[in-house]
T-cell receptor, first 110, second 115 residues
Framework: KNEVEQSPQNLTAQEGEFITINCSYS?????LHWLQQHPGGGIVSLFM???GKKKHGRLIATINIQEKHSSLHITASHPRDSAVYIC????????????FGTGTRLTIIP | DAGVTQSPTHLIKTRGQQVTLRCSPK?????VSWYQQALGQGPQFIFQ???????QRGNFPDRFSGHQFPNYSSELNVNALLLGDSALYLC??????????????FGEGSRLTVL
């Protein structure tokens, strides 16, 4: 079993729909990152969370430390949101390497 | 403000050769991490450099080595290339505050093909 599991692996939705991507992890962490990767490879960091909730524009990220679970929400989805969304967790102090999920491929249809 | 820059963007090598990839961190950042991303997979942590020292290492053989320079830029060297080393190599920079690594900024990556 991977230390970081994402669901779904693939998601296709219509423009305007509310999107939720889930991430579960099995190790102790100091922070969780949500990343966006477009075709061609470049990765953009969307959020870094250690507790609670963060919002940036149409994107919202939440984390529940007790349940070892995080969600990324996209409101009013748009075709430009089409990308691979990756959850990555940072270990506790002294073991700060990032462990990545395999990603969720999101396609928004106009 | 320049972000993280990596070079080269693409390169092709043959088995047994050696390759050096370069990364310049975002201005003000002092920590560089390297990741390998095989096609269709999530990135895998290779190592992290801080204060010119390898701070932490993932599960990669000694053929993978690195260096950080006084200006915080970094190199990733891979010796005796194997076909399985074909991947996108990503560099990420951050600022170390105390013992805590801050938010990451990624470069566009160097795509290595080994024939």
């Amino acid at each position: 079993k991977n230390e970081v599991e994402q669901s779904p692996q693939n998601l296709t939705a219509q423009e305007g729909e509310f999107i939720t991507i889930n991430c579960s992890y099995s190790v102790g962490i100091s922070a969780l990152h949500w990343l966006q990767q477009h075709p061609g490879g470049g990765i953009v960091s969307l959020f870094m969370l250690s507790s609670g909730k963060k919002k940036h524009g149409r994107l919202i990220a939440t984390i529940n430390i007790q349940e070892k679970h995080s969600s990324l929400h996209i409101t009013a989805s748009h075709p430009r949101d089409s990308a691979v969304y990756i959850c990555a967790v940072r270990g506790n102090f002294g073991n700060e390497k990032l462990t990545f999920g395999t990603g969720t491929r999101l396609t928004i249809i106009p | 403000d320049a972000g993280v820059t990596q070079s080269p963007t693409h390169l092709i090598k043959t088995r047994g050769q050696q390759v050096t990839l370069r990364c310049s961190p975002k201005s003000g950042h002092d920590t560089v991490s390297w990741y390998q991303q095989a096609l269709g997979q999530g990135p895998q942590f290779i190592f992290q450099y801080y204060e010119e020292e390898e701070r932490q290492r993932g599960n990669f053989p000694d053929r993978f080595s690195g260096h950080q320079f006084p200006n915080y830029s970094s190199e990733l060297n891979v010796n005796a290339l194997l076909l399985g080393d074909s991947a996108l190599y990503l560099c990420a920079s951050s600022l170390m505050a105390g013992r805590v690594t801050g938010e990451l900024f990624f470069g566009e990556g160097s795509r290595l093909t080994v024939l």
